[in-house]
T-cell receptor, first 112, second 115 residues
Framework: SQQGEEDPQALSIQEGENATMNCSYKTSINNLQWYRQNSGRGLVHLILIRSNEREKHSGRLRVTLDTSKKSSSLLITASRAADTASYFCATDAIGSNYQLIWGAGTKLIIKP | DGGITQSPKYLFRKEGQNVTLSCEQNLNHDAMYWYRQDPGQGLRLIYYSQIVNDFQKGDIAEGYSVSREKKESFPLTVTSAQKNPTAFYLC??????????????FGPGTRLLVL
């Protein structure tokens, strides 16, 4: 079952600009994670935000969580060509029996 | 180097054939997972294992089988019953079963194609 939905599905920006991706989910969660996937590769964990947190930073990444709206955003500041990848959110819905539920991802392209 | 390895990188399956995808981890993680990824879609859970000699079906287990005889290894067999096996298969692990909802560490994936 797919709980998370990212938007936009695809995003193309110039190098140096900021990129914002959003994730919406349907049921109550314990935490929400963001992962990156380079083309044809495995996923890499970026950041985890718990349901009692509203904002979290890691380097050029900023994640926000609004549990009242059941949504999260991932902001990448000062984008670089190496940020070109697909970005996925994953939630651990309460009662999901240890499973992560994944969105379909946002494909980000950084133009040099 | 610590991490998760998957082999082969590409795998071709003939009609009616069973094929096995390998997943090995040296992270000493208890929990391991198999996901299927189709183009433009998120990950769907096939099977997961929280401890050696135990595994549970995920959302799309039909046509697949697994074993967990060793902590380090969680091979996935795609059987002939899986009628649409062409996909990218990802193996992951996490520190312990209760941490399944925490960070998962992924292998590089195996792309399965049908001849």
């Amino acid at each position: 079952s797919q709980q998370g939905e990212e938007d936009p599905q695809a995003l193309s920006i110039q190098e140096g600009e900021n990129a914002t991706m959003n994730c919406s989910y349907k049921t109550s969660i314990n935490n929400l994670q963001w992962y990156r996937q380079n083309s044809g590769r495995g996923l890499v964990h970026l950041i985890l935000i718990r349901s009692n947190e509203r904002e979290k930073h890691s380097g050029r990444l900023r994640v926000t969580l609004d549990t009242s709206k059941k949504s999260s955003s991932l902001l990448i500041t000062a984008s670089r060509a190496a940020d070109t990848a697909s970005y996925f959110c994953a939630t651990d819905a309460i009662g999901s029996n240890y499973q992560l539920i994944w969105g379909a991802g946002t494909k980000l392209i950084i133009k040099p | 180097d610590g991490g998760i390895t998957q082999s082969p990188k590409y795998l071709f399956r003939k009609e009616g054939q069973n094929v096995t995808l390998s997943c090995e981890q040296n992270l000493n993680h208890d929990a391991m997972y198999w996901y299927r990824q189709d183009p433009g879609q998120g990950l769907r859970l096939i099977y997961y294992s929280q401890i050696v000699n135990d595994f549970q079906k995920g959302d799309i287990a039909e046509g697949y089988s697994v074993s967990r005889e060793k902590k380090e290894s969680f091979p996935l067999t795609v059987t002939s019953a899986q009628k649409n096996p062409t996909a990218f298969y990802l193996c992951a692990s996490s520190i312990d079963p209760s941490a399944a909802q925490e960070t998962q560490y992924f292998g590089p994936g195996t792309r399965l194609l049908v001849l």
